[in-house]
């Protein structure tokens, strides 16, 4: 027994071991760099639901602020340009806190979003400029007409936004009688295009005060000398093109003419006079 047993380790030494499979040493691998971003994504995930990492990150950001500021990095001055009709004080109201703090610890984004809340402002831009400057640039919203629904008015942006300003009494609103008054709902997103294509006529264009939306789909005119002009729902170019050559040669707006209505026909329009003038109809 002893002899096939020492035989039998001797044979033992010359048999190969059989090779490692090829695919055993890349899921090893892979087995291993996943477990090291697992725990490398659980160490994160602990910091950030103890709140230990962002006040971490946070108070490494204060500290460079302050070293920073230790530099020379401070706000020192604050250029504001652009200012037309935004409220001055509500403007300092915003960038005067800026003062004094480290440059690099100023939210540009959180100052511009404060200033476009202002009534006029359409939108700033806000940049920080080494080493004390913070520079304010505004573009103001332009009014294009007031906008008059239930007797009240209201200022009206060429996007079709209500500019928020008071307008409270007739002295408020006096300041803006320039502009040419537009009435009805849906009329505000609509008054830029339509103005758009009237001014293709200055002339009789400087001769509109107001427009109404009639109906949600049309326009009709009041014109300087108490005229109404109807518009078509479509094809307004042609039948405003028609309206100008006419009045060039006929002065249809200098006649006793209360309506001209436009809407049938693109070369043609119907006239309703006033009442004085239907004794003197032959002429």
Known sequence: MRRVTLATRRAQQFIRKPPKPRWLRPVVRV?????ALGMAWGSVWWGMTSGALPEAWQAAIDRLHQASAGLGLVVRDIEVAGRLRADQG?????????????????????????????????HAIVRRALPDVV??????????????????????????????????TDRDVAQWRHL?????????????????????????FGRVEAAIWVGGRRWSLRFDSETDVL?????IVPAWQTLGRLERRERLLERAVGVIDLRFLPDRLLLRLLPEALPDRAA
């Open 31 to 35: 087995g291993g760099l996943g477990l």
């Open 90 to 122: 509500a403007i300092e109201a915003v960038v005067a806190e800026l003062a004094g703090r480290p440059l690099l610890a100023i939210d540009t984004d959180q100052v511009r979003i404060a200033l476009e809340r202002l009534p006029w402002v359409d």
């Open 231 to 235: 518009l078509p729902e479509d094809e």
């Open 135 to 168: 520079s304010v640039h505004l573009v103001e919203r332009q009014p294009l007409a007031l906008w008059q629904r239930e007797g009240v008015f209201q200022l009206i942006d060429r996007g079709g936004k209500t500019i928020q300003v008071p307008l409270r």
């Open 180 to 204: 040419r008054v537009i009435v009805g709902e849906g009329a505000p997103a609509r008054a830029a295009t339509l103005f758009a294509t009237l001014s293709s006529d200055p002339e009789l």
